[in-house]
């Protein structure tokens, strides 16, 4: 049976003249208007409704199985989950979306516009909260048992705009007037305590025990969101927690006058999901942040343990087979501690006992290398807010030190210094990233090369002490989303060709290879890409009034702003180009538009700069008629996953460019090499691995790896020689001090030429430009052959089957969970 049959049968027939009929019903009578006044919103919110009646019926379906089966299910910890939209997702993913489209067309809706009218959930910053995300799509469609947790946050990543080339933040409202996506479950609801004291006393067996007496309880209200499948069998849920105070209203303060006072613990406690953190790869550190973590972990495990006890009772032998917890990251690595309370606090059980269910539970994943990333918490702080845990965390740590490091290196204090949970100095902190190995029975990187680094550079002792915890998963990205959802005419012309089980089956895609040379198939194959850069040639000129042209290479650069990701060296050869069309107007050049998406985080000075500068830029490029448009640079607002979704279909070259050893995996490169874009890359994260795959003819890659970078480093790099020893780096860094670029203010862009030579260029642009400037002119040879360049293109969409979230989890389910997959009737 197909999969598209199967589907059929799983969510039952239904016509566009039915689903029309249930759109209608649920204008009328949910949303209490009509087809002729309906607003686009209710249009949508309709759709939504007629949607979710299949969407609930197979949730309910998919939760009594699961319960019972009594099966063993995943509980993925994520302070991030980067949904983005869901109406289109799901409507793909239970096979309704054609249905939909002729029921919508027959209400003379298109339906590309009505799903424009949802918000972006926006509840992550980049990589690591669109991975969950990814993730939790190929659970579901893979028939396992599995639980997304994470925070319901009222405010989602901010929204981005610019003013004068600036970043301006924004609010991100994405719920304000609801969301048909998420159920509220108040049946669920947890308390959870925090700040207050330990009391030590005597229970009546004569052991002494431990009782925390609790400063605050904060309420945590569950919200649903179901996770649908392809081909919509198994629904899964996310469930995210929001903040509320336990007493909703202080009468006796009120009524004595302080109405202010009587809202003060009800504001506190509605703070913690109030707004997610925007920052990426840096540590917040913040009080507030520490109480976000431990609030949906707590919740979370209280929600598990209940679920857990409704078949197993007091017997918690079978905990561990049944729950398996993945930490995404340190951040909740709270868990644990939490964890190893729950079992000897409260039921009572035996250190020993617990810690082996507790070591059997959580892994951890490690994302980035960056030491500005790893969480550290003042132990000052952990007493105010977490007193208890951090006793328990001392007692795992003198454990482990005297038993376990001990055993290994007999006397080595410095060793142990180095492994301590604790890092004793001016200030004594709590590494959350030794908490997480210590207490994970897995710990994986996400890239062949940063597993690697993980254990080489990042917890050698801990790799020397427990070499079997250290594995790899490849990071991967949905198809369902990236391929078929996002680009409708490329998928179409795939299953015309090789059939329409890739979906499921990546690999299949694999048959496009003898494709590849032919002429009729390239031709197909380029103009839909055309066609996706015509429409984003539109997206373009409304979010910033720039005309470009759609035969022009698409140069593309989409992911969040930092140094390591080198944006300040696409700006240097934007420059260095520019710099080469004023010196000679005829220059043989194929026409080239720049297109970045990027936010900064509010505090990065830096990463605010440079946007900055590449506005400033743009404004000039795009204005010179001496260059004869041959080349545009465009910085679109407020990137996000809906952004993503008009760019990456439309990009022919993807720019990978991180500092080699510095970007973990990356996924935006799978995303934009799986719709044909050629990557331009350093050899760094799963860019290696793409290279391998898809053929390195296929790519261009340029620059330093990971042991050059380090030799370098190590001899002492001097960023003074290249500028020195280059003219023309020399004249471009020289431009960031005039007012070329921002008349009438010279300095304005100083503060990048600065850290390429004052900053000593930590991130080695300098280093790497003239390879990079080398790689780009490859890449116009390439494209020049066109022939050539379609079989790139082609090739690259079908050799990238290994970068396919559901081998991913596939991967976590044999290295790490264990998990069976459970049929849904
Ligand atoms: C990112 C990595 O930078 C990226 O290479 C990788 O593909 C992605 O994780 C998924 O594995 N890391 C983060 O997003 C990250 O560390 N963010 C945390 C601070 C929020």
């Not at 890092?423 to 210590?438: A, D, K, P, T, W």
């Not at 299949?508 to 015509?534: G, P, S, T, W």
Request: glycine share 6%.
């Amino acid at each position: 049976m197909t999969k598209a049959k199967e589907t059929e049968m799983a969510i039952g027939k239904i016509t566009p003249k039915q689903f029309k009929e249930s759109i209608i019903k649920h204008l009328n009578s949910t949303f209490g208007t009509d087809i002729n006044k309906a607003s686009k919103k209710a249009w949508w919110n309709a759709t939504s409704a007629a949607l979710n009646e299949f969407v609930y019926d197979r949730l309910s379906q998919t939760q009594k199985t699961h319960f019972e089966k009594d099966t063993r299910a995943v509980h993925y910890f994520s302070l991030e989950f980067l949904m983005g939209r869901l109406t289109g997702n799901n409507l793909h993913n239970l096979g309704l979306f054609e249905t939909a489209k002729k029921a919508l067309t027959e209400l003379d809706i298109d339906i590309n516009t009505l799903v424009d009218e949802e918000e972006d959930m926006a509840l992550g910053n980049g990589g690591l909260g669109r991975l969950a995300a990814c993730f939790i799509d190929s659970l579901a469609t893979m028939e396992l048992p599995a639980i997304g947790y994470g925070i319901h946050y009222e405010h989602g990543l901010f929204r981005q705009e610019f003013k004068d080339g600036h970043q301006i933040e924004r609010p991100d409202s994405w719920r304000e007037y609801g969301n048909p996506f998420e159920i509220r479950r108040p049946e669920s609801i947890q308390d959870i305590p925090v700040y207050g004291y330990v009391e030590t006393k005597f229970n009546d067996a004569g052991k002494v025990v431990k009782e925390w007496h609790p400063g605050r309880i904060i309420k945590g209200v569950p919200w649903d969101v179901p996770v649908v499948g392809y081909s919509g069998k198994t629904v899964n849920v996310l469930r995210l927690w929001e903040s509320r105070a336990t007493n909703f209203f202080n009468w006796d303060v009120f009524n004595s006058g302080g109405y202010h006072d009587a809202h003060k613990e009800n504001v506190e406690s509605e703070t913690i999901s109030k707004v997610l953190y925007p920052n990426d790869e840096t540590d917040a550190g913040k009080e507030l942040r520490l109480i976000q973590q431990y609030f949906f972990c707590a919740c979370s495990l209280k929600d598990i343990i209940r679920r857990y006890k409704r078949a197993h009772a007091d017997d918690w032998s079978n905990f561990s087979a049944q729950v398996a917890v993945q930490l995404n990251d340190t951040h909740p690595a709270i868990a644990i501690p939490e964890l190893m309370r729950i079992l000897v606090d409260r039921a009572d059980m035996d250190w020993d006992q617990a810690w082996k269910i507790c070591r059997e539970t959580f892994s951890y994943t490690n994302h980035t290398l960056l030491p500005e990333a790893l969480e550290k918490w003042s132990v000052r702080l952990f007493e105010k807010v977490l007193p208890r845990h951090l006793e328990i965390i001392y007692e795992i740590n003198r454990r482990f030190l005297e038993s376990e490091v001990d055993a290994k290196w007999p006397g080595d204090n410095a060793i142990k210094s180095k492994l301590s949970i604790i890092e004793e100095g001016h200030e004594r902190m709590v590494r959350m990233g030794n908490l997480s190995v210590i207490g994970s029975n897995k710990v994986n990187g996400v890239a062949e090369v940063h597993s690697a680094l993980v254990k080489s550079d990042l917890f050698p002792e801990f790799n020397a002490l427990w070499t079997d915890k250290f594995t790899n998963v490849t990071n991967g990205v949905t198809p369902r989303r990236w391929l078929k959802a996002c680009n409708p005419a490329l998928s179409k012309l795939i299953d015309k060709t090789v059939g329409d089980q890739w979906p499921t089956n990546q690999e299949i895609l694999r048959d496009l290879d003898k494709k590849a040379d032919d002429a009729k198939f390239q031709k197909a194959y380029m103009d839909i890409k055309h066609e996706n850069k015509v429409a984003l040639t539109k997206v373009i000129k409304e979010l910033t009034d720039v005309d470009v042209d759609p035969s022009a290479i698409f140069d593309i650069q989409i992911k969040r702003l930092h140094e390591y990701k080198r944006q300040h060296l696409n700006l240097l050869h934007i420059m260095a180009l520019y710099r080469r069309l004023l010196q000679n107007p005829t220059m043989d050049m194929v026409p080239r538009v720049f297109i970045f998406g990027a936010k900064a985080a509010p505090g990065y000075k830096l990463a605010k700069d440079i946007i900055y500068a590449i506005n400033k830029v743009a404004d000039k490029v795009n204005n010179d008629e001496r260059i004869g448009g041959k080349l545009k640079v465009v910085f679109l607002p407020n990137y996000r996953v809906s952004l993503a979704e008009k760019m990456i279909p439309a990009a022919d070259v993807s720019e990978q460019i991180s500092t080699a050893g510095k970007e973990a995996s990356g996924t935006g490169n799978m995303k934009l090499a799986l719709n044909g874009a050629i990557t331009i890359g350093t050899l760094d994260g799963a860019n290696i691995e793409i290279a391998e795959e898809v053929g390195e003819e296929n790519v261009v890659i340029f620059g330093l790896t990971v042991d050059e970078v380090k030799a370098l480093k190590k001899q002492g790099y001097n960023p003074w020689d290249y500028y020195y020893g280059n003219e023309e780096i020399k004249a471009v860094l020289d431009w960031f001090d005039t007012d070329y670029f921002t008349p009438g203010k010279p300095g304005e862009l100083s503060s990048i030429k600065n850290s390429f030579l004052d900053g000593g260029d930590p991130y080695l642009c300098l280093a790497d430009f003239e390879s990079y400037s080398e790689g780009q002119k490859e890449i116009e040879a390439k494209y020049k052959d066109k022939k050539g360049w379609a079989r790139s293109a082609i090739l690259n969409t079908a050799y990238m089957g290994k970068f396919n979230s559901d081998r991913s989890i596939q991967d976590y389910v044999d290295r790490i969970w264990k998990l069976k997959s459970c049929t849904v009737k």
